[in-house]
């Protein structure tokens, strides 16, 4: 007499997480106050408006394999450079170089996310970029971001090598400040919505232990 063993209820599959999330570019900008109006044309400050979109998995996707899907787009044999990237790269090519970067940076950006009714951005430390997005955002917060290119030019080069991060950038008018020996405060300018249609936000960087 055969004995049938009992069956074991296989744990359900992982629910995908996928969306549409928009990408943006943030500028710091310049202090203008004395500018002469003629010279300070619309430089972008700010967020910028959507620039493209991913359909992504927040469950599967990284933010460093997010990279190539923004900057190129597959065509036949060869992946070309994308619109979307282009129009990084035109925001870009005309801030400011604040922190005097070496020419090969300026192309050069970090992540961040910004909430899509919000002016407060979370700044990503590259250490992090191998997390899943999910794991960055919350379990169901991704759903209310949108994403952002920070060029280097606009972040201190230590924000890069330091392991610790600080936790906020609050609205001051000032440029963005830092102290190389140990990251303790950066602070930035609301720039006034000028020409280029582009809001100045109050920032948030999220600590990376």
Known sequence: MSTREPSVEKPPAEKDLQF??????????????????YLVD????????PIGRLHIDARKHTLQQLRPMIEYKRQGHMDRR???????????????NIYNRPKEELVKYSFGFVLKE??????IHPARET??????????????YDLILIPWSQIPPAFQTESTVVETIEEETGALETDAAEVSSLEVS????????????????????
Do not use: W
Request: net charge negative.
């Open 20 to 37: 549409n999330i928009y990408i943006r570019v943030f500028g710091e900008g310049d202090n203008f106050t004395h500018s002469h109006g």
């Open 82 to 96: 994308s619109l979307m990237f282009q129009e990084a790269l035109f925001i870009m090519n005309r801030l400011p």
């Open 131 to 144: 997390e899943m997005i999910a794991n960055l955002l919350g379990a169901v917060d991704f759903f209310s």
């Open 118 to 123: 919000g002016t407060e951005v979370k700044l």
């Open 42 to 49: 619309d430089m972008p400050t700010g967020i910028s408006p």
């Open 190 to 209: 609301d720039q006034a919505k000028g020409n280029s249609g582009v809001d100045g936000p109050t920032r948030y960087v999220e600590k990376c232990d």
